[in-house]
Nanobody
Framework: QVQLVESGGGLVQAGGSLRLSCAAS????????KGWFRQAPGKEREFVAA????????YYADSVKGRFTISRDNAKDTVYLQMNSLKPEDTAVYYC????????????????WGQGTQVTVSS
């Protein structure tokens, strides 16, 4: 079964850090662009960050710019999201996605999705 598997979520206090990982299972996604999205209760799934297949180009939502960093290790077929200076408004289920070669910022442009990992930031 083709999967993207997220890990690293949890409960953290405001100002803290977490690093999310998304590993491939069942097939290789090492040559695909990757993205991170998040969905808070009662809200639409929103773009967080994206990275192209080589890791050369990265993009961020304004709300996380300067606090989050997306990176990838194609040898491990894994993409990461380092989240620093976390705020209560960052609380959401975080999803990784994969598709194409160029980074995509739109949810509907991604065909492959993980199951999500919960991030909760307490004030």
């Amino acid at each position: 079964q083709v999967q993207l598997v997220e890990s690293g979520g949890g409960l953290v206090q405001a100002g803290g850090s977490l690093r999310l990982s998304c590993a491939a299972s069942g097939r290789t996604f090492s040559s695909y662009a990757k993205g991170w999205f998040r969905q808070a209760p009662g809200k639409e799934r929103e773009f967080v960050a994206a990275i192209n297949w080589s890791g050369y180009s990265t993009y961020y939502a304004d709300s996380v710019k300067g606090r989050f960093t997306i990176s990838r290790d194609n040898a491990k077929d894994t993409v990461y999201l380092q989240m620093n200076s976390l705020k209560p408004e960052d609380t959401a289920v975080y999803y990784c996605a994969a598709d194409g070669r160029n980074a995509r910022l739109v949810r509907n442009d991604y065909a492959y999705w993980g199951q999500g990992t919960q991030v909760t930031v307490s004030s």
